[in-house]
């Protein structure tokens, strides 16, 4: 399994970014999928999940109203657009992956705990690095 997150660089404050990930042998379509993300000296954070059909999403509340998470399963793509970009958003951003038999027999109340955790996913990117600067 094979997760590439790009389409990360610098932005200035209060402008837009869109990163991507990109999935490979995996069962992209049943699998639930998240980002996290972490600053410099600060531990991982969650950002946003979205569940295997695309049919729920999930957001931290400092990201809410700003970022949108969305899926291509026909692609096998998923996508973080960001926008109001702080500073406080700097950070290398992760996608993660859950299995797909996980995924699937998660009911919706369980997930939306379990997909804040990093411990819940079983497949993890790169990182591609966002830096909100002037």
């Known amino acids: 399994v094979q997760l590439q997150a790009s389409g990360g660089g610098l932005v200035q404050p209060g402008g837009s970014l869109k990163v991507s990930c990109a999935a490979s042998g995996l069962t992209f379509r049943r699998s639930s999928m998240g980002w996290f993300r972490q600053a410099p000296g600060k531990e991982r954070e969650f950002v946003a999940s979205i569940r295997w059909n695309g049919a729920s999403t999930n957001y931290a509340d400092f990201v809410k109203g700003r970022f949108t998470i969305s899926r291509d399963n026909a692609k096998n793509l998923m996508y973080l657009e960001m926008n109001s970009l702080k500073p406080e958003d700097t950070a290398t951003y992760y996608c993660?992956?859950?299995?797909?038999?996980?995924?699937?027999?998660?009911?919706?109340?369980?997930?939306?705990?379990?997909?804040?955790?990093?411990?819940?996913?079983?497949?993890w990117g790169q990182g591609t690095l966002v830096t909100v600067s002037s």
């Open positions: 993660a992956a859950a299995r797909p038999d996980l995924s699937e027999r998660t009911i919706l109340s369980t997930w939306r705990l379990s997909s804040t955790q990093p411990t819940w996913y079983h497949y």
